[in-house]
T-cell receptor, first 115, second 120 residues
Framework: GESVGLHLPTLSVQEGDNSIINCAYS??????FIWYKQESGKGPQFIID?????DKRQGQRVTVLLNKTVKHLSLQIAATQPGDSAVYFC??????????????FGGGTRVLVKP | DTEVTQTPKHLVMGMTNKKSLKCEQH?????MYWYKQKAKKPPELMFVYSYEKLSINESVPSRFSPECPNSSLLNLHLHALQPEDSALYLC???????????????????FGAGTRLSVL
């Protein structure tokens, strides 16, 4: 289940089950969204991305869903494995023509996979 | 190869010291970024370099001074830091330097492992 408090929200999931991580974003001008995975002692690692004119994109064992009406993004991980234990961040991108891209990260969700 | 290399991995410095963090990528990326990450928090953008020019400065204090000597290197010069500046400093790069490309892959930011900085 999920717990929210002073620490990172945590999702505990049984190995082999599917995981769903949710994210709310705030900026209507965001044109691109990315999910990152961050393991302890490492930098964020790209998982999957989606453009704002899409509502679903699938990768290997992962699916990202985008609902622009309610500004909601989700990451689904199929058949969760112990190696999936990490903190997951969604990030929204706003592009500035001359200045480049500005990525704003959500608060993060810790996923703990139980054997 | 999607590697962004950051040195040093760990740095301890006093409030009067001057030090530099280094970041290197050889993917031909034209945009490079500095982020600051406190424990249990998401990364926060500090600076964006696009085609070797500073394009975004997120109101970062002047005790942090970025430098982009060439398209592969990004430095962050530190001077007179405060204990609250202790954090993980992350460097990232992306292929696209301007706007969101129609090719999704060009927008992906690839991160280094970070430099863990402690200010005493």
């Amino acid at each position: 289940g999920e717990s929210v408090g002073l620490h990172l929200p945590t999702l505990s999931v049984q190995e082999g089950d599917n995981s769903i991580i949710n994210c709310a974003y705030s900026n209507s001008a965001s044109d691109y969204f990315i999910w990152y995975k961050q393991e302890s002692g490492k930098g964020p690692q790209f998982i999957i991305d989606i453009r704002s004119n899409m509502d679903k994109r699938q990768g290997q064992r992962v699916t990202v869903l985008l609902n622009k009406t309610v500004k909601h993004l989700s990451l689904q991980i199929a058949a969760t494995q112990p190696g999936d234990s990490a903190v997951y961040f969604c990030a929204e991108n706003v592009s500035f023509k001359a200045a480049g891209n500005k990525l704003t990260f959500g608060g993060g969700t810790r996923v703990l996979v139980k054997p | 190869d999607t590697e962004v290399t950051q040195t040093p991995k760990h740095l301890v410095m006093g409030m009067t010291n001057k030090k530099s963090l280094k970041c290197e990528q050889h993917m031909g990326h034209r945009a490079m970024y500095w982020y600051k990450q406190k424990a249990k928090k998401p990364p926060e953008l500090m600076f964006v370099y696009s085609y070797e020019k500073l394009s975004i400065n997120e109101s970062v204090p002047s005790r942090f001074s970025p430098e982009c000597p060439n398209s592969s290197l990004l430095n962050l010069h530190l001077h007179a830091l405060q204990p609250e500046d202790s954090a993980l400093y992350l460097c990232a790069s992306s292929q696209s330097g301007q706007g969101t490309s129609l090719t999704l892959a060009k927008n992906i930011q690839y991160f280094g492992a970070g430099t863990r900085l402690s200010v005493l």
